[in-house]
């Protein structure tokens, strides 16, 4: 029972894990920025969404850790 429920929350962790590294910009935009970088020049860069998408990876990457850890004890 504790085993399933485990496997349960590593899956919807992994998932939470995939869709924040998504939403996260690249640290170098490659050619996409070198095209559409006046835009940023203009609008300015969310640095906060970035930096909440960042934290939040932390997070859950740490929690998957974890439950990744217990799944291997039982």
Known sequence: ?????????????AL????????????SAGLSGSIAGGGEAIFGKK???DELFSKLT?????IFIILT???SLF
């Open 1 to 13: 029972m504790a085993k399933t429920i485990v496997l349960i929350l590593q899956i919807i962790c």
């Open 58 to 62: 932390a997070y859950i990457a740490t």
């Open 47 to 49: 640095k906060g969404l």
């Open 69 to 71: 850890l217990a799944l």
């Open 16 to 27: 939470g894990l995939i869709a924040t590294v998504l939403l996260q910009s690249g640290r």
